[in-house]
């Protein structure tokens, strides 16, 4: 059993710590606000409205200038100045990744991207689409049946509320590929 003791040294409390959320390319500074000393070194969280940012070793944070903790880095102002232009050149190489990796999940439910070459045909699945959409196999269409029937499915759908990403996707590319062959 480890004793915790809580510790306040001024070395790591009032001093304004850099975090760096590379996934979203966000900068903010915080403080520490809690740290706790344990045969295994001194551990900190950050202060409001960052507490859930811990426990991390106050002890490397302090002696390399930087943790890694979760999507985020928590560094001095000197590791910050010092490392800056490759933590936001790595920043726009991962976001770009995640970019390309939702336009191909996309792009598996809408193949063909929306814009078509002039002068080729494109044979659209329909019936597959009034399946997603819980629409009749047969019969013409108007707008605003596709439409009712895509914000009915998408009350369900969307992740917001619960849903499938992909089934989101799927049921809104079958509203777009039925609305561009309704007149």
Known sequence: MQEHTHSSEPLAKGQQWIIWNGSAGILLTAEIDRIEVDAKGRHAWLARPFEMVGPFSLDELETQGRVSFAACVVMSRACWQRDQMALRQASRVERRAAQERLFASFARFNPGGGARPRGQSHMVDEQAHRRVLNLPAHGQLK????????????QKA???????????IQITAARDALLAGTP
């Open 158 to 168: 969307h992740p917001d509320v619960g849903g499938s990403h992909e089934q989101f």
């Open 143 to 154: 707008p605003s049946q596709v439409k009712a029937a895509f914000r009915r499915l998408a």
